[in-house]
């Protein structure tokens, strides 16, 4: 008898599920046309995980020369405790880190992996 009412009180949720279930099949089967059509999903894809990795790599230089300038001030402070090269190779690899999107973008327009920006006639650039 708890079995049973189990069931119905599972109702809803598993008629919830088979719709969705339902619904993305139908969705994938619409989109999901051709080998191409995935090919270029995939690629679509690839190129935004690729900006994602510059963007975490540019904010996470930003963090290492912020983390650097602080163990700098803390050498100044006190230079028996703490080192100066401490802070100085964190700035260094903040400020290599923070670099890394402007070499990859000439990078990627010198090799003709992605289309250089175009200045704008008023004098900005439109990327």
Do not use: D, H
Not at 41 to 49: E, H, P, S
Not at 87 to 108: E, H, K, N, Q
């Amino acid at each position: 008898m708890r079995k049973m009412i189990a069931k119905i009180g599972n109702a809803p949720y598993a008629l919830l599920a088979a719709a969705t279930v339902s619904l993305s099949a139908t969705e994938s089967n619409a989109q999901a046309a051709s080998a191409g059509k995935i090919a270029e999903g995939l690629t679509t894809q690839a190129g935004n995980i690729g900006k994602l990795v510059v963007a975490g790599t540019f904010i996470g230089g930003l963090v290492m020369l912020g983390t650097g300038l602080m163990k700098l001030k803390q050498a100044a402070e006190n230079p028996n405790q703490t080192k100066y090269s401490e802070g100085l190779w964190r700035c260094g690899v903040g400020a290599a880190m923070v670099a890394i999107p402007a070499f990859s973008g000439t990078l990627g327009s010198t090799f003709g992996w992605e289309t250089p920006p175009s200045i704008a006639a008023g004098g900005g650039a439109s990327f």
